[in-house]
């Protein structure tokens, strides 16, 4: 069974920094690719980024140059460090993790087999 867990989450001015991990189980970081979605208050959820096997990466525009996602495939955690945080980035942050053996990254959710519960991120300005 395959189990996501975010942490990291929290509260935090703008122009801080947050760091959030996804330790997963029954899935292995190291086999397939991963991302990390969020939705705002009223907003769809979007595709923030994506990891891929080889650790190629992909970013949503808006926060490119601010975030970046990484992994440790020895802990078999994910992260996503965000630095320059704005009032904009406030949402539900969530992972989630692709079809093993598949070397793509995406954006988007159908892509997607397996996610977590979800850390909130609120940046106030």
């Known amino acids: 069974q395959v189990q996501l867990v975010e942490s990291g989450g929290g509260s935090v001015q703008a122009g801080g920094s947050l760091r959030l991990s996804c330790t997963a189980s029954?899935?292995?970081?190291?086999?397939?690719?991963m991302g990390w979605f969020r939705q705002g208050p009223g907003k769809e959820r979007e595709g923030v980024a994506s990891i891929g096997i080889s650790g190629n990466t992909a970013y949503v525009g808006s926060v490119k140059g601010r975030f970046t996602i990484s992994k440790d495939n020895a802990k078999n955690t994910l992260f996503l460090q965000m630095n320059s945080l704005k009032p904009e980035d406030t949402a539900m942050y969530y992972c989630?993790?692709?079809?093993?053996?598949?070397?793509?990254?995406?954006?988007?959710?159908?892509?997607?087999?397996?996610w977590g519960q979800g850390t909130q991120v609120t940046v106030s300005s």
């Open positions: 989630a993790a692709g079809p093993p053996g598949q070397q793509w990254t995406s954006l988007d959710e159908p892509h997607y087999d397996y």
């Open positions: 029954g899935y292995s970081t190291r086999r397939g690719p």
